[in-house]
């Protein structure tokens, strides 16, 4: 199989460019666009599993799935859980095993994904009181959610569908119908996260199907398809596994967040946000990690020099996952503009680092001046208590979150809007 | 063949009896390619009882035997086989020359990072030791394949890069193991 460097070589060759290739992103749509034959993918030299000097290390860094049940409501760790001065956390609702991803309708309508289990469900609120729905069930690894004038699109592991008026339809939801299958099928990074851009398209993550490795042409990437289906093209290369993105709500520019490789160090690599300037970039992987050091065993023979460097490094194997701008006005004004980003925690590490909500501060140019803690508390004795995975700003600007290993959503809200949605 | 859920009025103990038919125990031989379950880790078993009846795995008849037991019932199931004994090892004669591959490959790919050192499996990670060595060559070629789609992902990380013979070698080393 072609590496993906040889097929960028001989496409700068065609296309007669000698810039990194923005042109020639359209050039290898059309090829990805192609039937795709089932993935045999060219193993790395080295599997990148390290040595580790003893037993007890071990079994510090195994990463351990929730079971397939959700944590009774009096049994949050509602008390653990640390926000800032004038803001608090409440339970939005709970008894969603596996909570992932979340969407908002139109029409008030919370929609909240899973990514080992295989429903979508609603949740209405009817007074202050939260009713959860399974919509749909059945489905494989749907992970990835955007909503668009009444339409619910969901993003399994190897399709997009969706389900039209779906909040008029809540209690005889229709099925899902499927727009899109152009995927590999594969485990490892296979789920993916989707979003609604400002130019109303469809944006994925395509993961790499390893830990680290070359991945296929088709992988390693943000890809973009129209509402119908059609149209997919490379948004941007280099990606490992991205579970987050948004757009910056004045430069309408795409920030995503992509987790570095397992089994490096303790402490390297940290995870990145990353921010596009132009369609076609590309943000190392596998070749670079964090922006300035190549890895140990795809980077021989490469630069940093030759790809985008991350706007923020977020820290070691956190796993930052979900991300959205803030554009409420719930928040001070500090807050506006800012993204609020929730870090799983790590599980490649023996320290653990994460299981938090942190906020980042951008500067007027649209580069990252700072971050610091928001919510914390799920991190507890070197484990979890819960491990947040997506961020979602409601109408009334309050920030929901989710967590996967309970199966609940949280709610922070601030100064007298705290009562308002109170149970 | 009858649901449990027709006879979930039973104890666990007695549904367990329908599932020793064709996983056999101490008495009776395992059907070819069933896995052994005693000693397996309890999130194991639940985690993997949930995806039988939520058709998650699909495995005939596993879906039916399950169909309509409520997670209570499937925890309670788990905590009756948690109590089996393991399974005696292979007692066929070991190829050293596989043995030795085996052995590499295990230390290669960290194999007892999550599986333990002694194999024998934790949380919702299976015990390997003992296992049947056709179980064990069929789990990982249809986690290779997709065929059978892991909890999580890990699995499919680990085998990107290893190969049919690769499986041959650990599967024989492993159903010896104790």
Redesign the interface.
């Known amino acids: 199989m072609k590496t993906s460097c040889a097929v960028f070589t001989r496409l700068l060759l065609l296309a007669g460019l000698c810039a990194f290739p923005f042109a020639t992103v359209y050039a290898q749509t059309a090829e990805a666009t192609k039937p795709i034959p089932p993935m045999q993918p060219v193993p790395s030299a080295v599997p990148g599993r390290p040595d580790v000097p003893n037993a007890e290390v071990e079994k510090q860094l195994r990463n351990t799935p929730p079971l397939p049940f959700p944590v009774a409501e009096d049994k949050l760790p509602l008390g653990d859980l640390k926000v800032p001065k004038g803001f608090k956390v409440e339970v939005y609702t709970s008894g969603i095993a596996n909570a992932r991803s979340m969407r908002m309708g139109d029409k008030g309508t919370l929609f909240v994904s899973n990514r080992l289990l295989d429903k979508v469900w609603a949740v209405v609120d009817k007074n202050g009181k939260r009713e959860n729905k399974v919509i749909a069930a059945g489905l494989d690894r749907p992970n990835g959610l955007a909503f668009h004038q009444g339409t619910l699109y969901i993003a399994e592991g190897t399709k997009i569908s969706k389900m039209e008026n779906i909040e008029d339809n809540l209690d005889n939801p229709p099925k899902p119908v499927v727009i899109y299958s152009d995927f590999l099928n594969h485990q490892s990074h296979g789920w993916k996260f989707m979003g609604l851009g400002p130019d109303n398209k469809l944006y994925v993550n395509v993961g790499s199907p390893c830990n680290i490795c070359e991945p296929p042409e088709t992988n390693g990437q943000l890809r973009r398809i129209n509402l119908d289906g059609t149209g997919a093209e490379v948004v941007v290369r280099g990606v490992r596994n991205s579970v987050g993105f948004d757009w910056h709500p004045v430069s309408k520019e795409l920030y995503f967040t992509d987790n570095g490789r397992d089994w490096l160090s303790e402490d390297l690599p940290n995870d990145e946000l990353n921010r596009v300037t132009k369609q076609g970039q590309h943000f190392g992987f596998p070749y670079c990690h964090q922006g300035n050091f190549t890895d140990r065993e795809m980077g021989w023979g490469r630069t940093c020099d030759e790809f985008e460097k991350p706007a923020a490094l977020l820290g070691p194997h956190v796993a930052a996952l979900g991300m959205r701008f803030y554009t409420g006005k719930m928040f001070p004004a500090e807050y506006q503009n800012g993204i609020f980003i929730a870090r799983h925690g790590s599980w490649n590490k023996s320290k653990k680092l994460g299981g938090d909500i942190i906020y980042v501060t951008l500067n007027k140019d649209g580069s990252v001046k700072s971050f610091k803690p928001f919510l914390t508390g799920f991190l507890q004795n070197n484990g979890y208590v819960g491990r947040p995975v997506d961020v979602l700003v409601m109408k009334d600007g309050s920030l929901l979150i989710s967590d996967d290993h309970a199966g609940a959503v949280y709610r922070v809200s601030y100064g007298a809007a705290t009562k308002v949605a109170a149970r | 063949m009858a649901s449990i859920a027709a006879v979930a009025a039973e104890s666990a103990e007695a549904t367990l009896n329908s599932c020793l038919v064709c996983h056999g125990d101490a008495a009776r031989a395992a059907l070819p390619n069933v896995p052994a379950l005693g000693a397996q880790p309890f999130?194991y078993l639940?985690?993997q009882l949930?995806?039988f009846r939520?058709?998650?795995r699909t495995v005939e008849p596993m879906t039916a035997m399950l169909a309509g037991m409520k997670?209570d019932d499937l925890k309670r199931l788990a905590a009756a086989i948690v109590k089996l004994p393991a399974p005696a090892p292979n007692s066929e004669p070991a190829d050293a020359a596989r043995i030795e591959r085996a052995k590499a490959l295990v230390v290669?790919?960290?194999c007892?990072?999550?599986h333990n050192?002694d194999y024998s499996g934790?949380?919702?990670?299976p015990r390997l030791a003992g296992q049947r060595e056709d179980y064990l060559l069929k789990a990982l070629r249809d986690?290779k394949s997709?065929a059978r789609?892991?909890?999580?992902?890990?699995?499919?990380?680990?085998l990107?890069?290893?190969t049919d013979a690769d499986f041959q070698d650990l599967a024989h080393f492993l159903s010896r193991q104790r």
């Open positions: 999130d639940t985690i949930y995806m939520e058709k998650m997670d290669q790919h960290r007892n990072f999550c050192r934790q949380q919702n990670v986690y997709n789609r892991g909890y999580d992902a890990t699995m499919d990380d680990v990107y890069p290893l």
